[in-house]
């Protein structure tokens, strides 16, 4: 690949099997949220009655626990690079973390060169595995251990599953904020992303990608 951007070149940001699996995340999670706030917060709890909200919230969940099995069995190199890229951190991005501020007003020009995930990318990621695997783990709890746990363990399980729940909608508010900001919505829902966009912000990992289709196609 040529240092360069040419302004018709597209990179492929996401192919198809990571973007299918992003949908499974993002609707499973968000039919998680919508439902477990009319179990949880009275004024909605008019639309709980009759439990197809609770039936609802367990579909959720089924579906949210599938998504690491999901990705691994479709995708197994790109689960496992998620894994490892939301858990490392290199020099550069500890000083990008520095830097974060110019990011979060929209301004990535002179900021340290990021592999395929910025660092901010990596911690948000690296939030969404701990905390999904801690609301699994006191849902599981709270679902299965009505008979084994006293109403103390079950209270506990419940804060636990509360309090990840807000961490990861906090994240999900931020996660939203920098889609927009940094117009990346094209690069999950069709794949490909402009170069020079990529060069931008990825210019390590755009540098590290083979010169050629589909990593690289041209736009008449
Ligand atoms: C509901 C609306 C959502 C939108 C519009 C959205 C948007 C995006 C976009 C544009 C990317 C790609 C960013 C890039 O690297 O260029 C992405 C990646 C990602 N998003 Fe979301 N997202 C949404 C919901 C969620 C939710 C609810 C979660 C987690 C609970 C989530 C977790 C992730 C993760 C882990 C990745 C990296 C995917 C991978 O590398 O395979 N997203 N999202």
């Given at each position: 690949?040529?240092?360069?951007?040419?302004?018709?070149?597209?990179?492929?940001?996401?192919?198809?099997?990571?973007?299918?699996?992003?949908?499974?995340?993002?609707?499973?999670?968000?039919?998680?949220?919508?439902?477990?706030l009319?179990?949880?917060w009275?004024?909605?709890s008019?639309?709980?009655?009759?439990?197809?909200?609770?039936h609802?919230?367990?579909?959720g969940?089924?579906?949210?626990?599938?998504?690491?099995?999901?990705?691994?069995?479709?995708?197994?190199?790109?689960?496992?690079?998620?894994?490892?890229?939301?858990?490392?951190?290199?020099?550069?991005?500890?000083?990008?973390?520095?830097?974060?501020?110019a990011?979060?007003?929209g301004?990535?020009?002179?900021?340290?060169?990021?592999?395929?995930?910025?660092?901010?990318?990596?911690?948000?990621?690296?939030?969404?595995?701990?905390?999904?695997?801690?609301i699994?783990?006191?849902?599981?709890?709270?679902?299965f251990?009505?008979?084994?746990?006293?109403?103390?363990?079950?209270?506990?399980?419940?804060?636990?599953h509360?309090?990840?729940?807000?961490?990861?909608?906090?994240l999900?508010?931020?996660?939203?904020?920098?889609?927009?900001?940094?117009?990346?919505?094209?690069g999950?829902?069709?794949?490909?992303?402009?170069e020079?966009?990529?060069r931008?912000?990825?210019?390590?990992?755009?540098?590290?990608?083979?010169q050629k289709?589909?990593?690289?196609?041209e736009?008449?």
């Amino acid at each position: 690949m040529t240092t360069n951007a040419s302004p018709t070149r597209k990179v492929l940001r996401y192919s198809v099997k990571p973007r299918l699996v992003h949908a499974l995340l993002a609707s499973s999670f968000l039919t998680l949220l919508l439902t477990g706030l009319t179990l949880l917060w009275s004024p909605l709890s008019p639309l709980a009655a009759g439990g197809l909200m609770r039936h609802l919230h367990y579909v959720g969940a089924v579906l949210f626990m599938a998504v690491p099995i999901v990705y691994l069995m479709v995708d197994r190199p790109a689960a496992k690079e998620l894994l490892w890229d939301s858990f490392h951190y290199d020099r550069d991005d500890w000083t990008w973390l520095k830097h974060v501020y110019a990011y979060f007003l929209g301004h990535c020009e002179g900021m340290p060169p990021q592999g395929r995930l910025n660092a901010g990318q990596k911690l948000h990621h690296a939030g969404v595995v701990i905390f999904s695997a801690s609301i699994v783990i006191s849902g599981l709890v709270m679902w299965f251990g009505k008979g084994m746990l006293n109403a103390n363990g079950l209270a506990v399980a419940a804060i636990i599953h509360n309090l990840s729940m807000l961490i990861l909608t906090v994240l999900l508010i931020g996660h939203l904020y920098f889609t927009f900001v940094y117009d990346a919505l094209a690069g999950m829902v069709q794949g490909y992303i402009p170069e020079a966009e990529a060069r931008l912000e990825h210019a390590k990992w755009v540098e590290s990608l083979p010169q050629k289709e589909p990593w690289l196609v041209e736009e008449n």
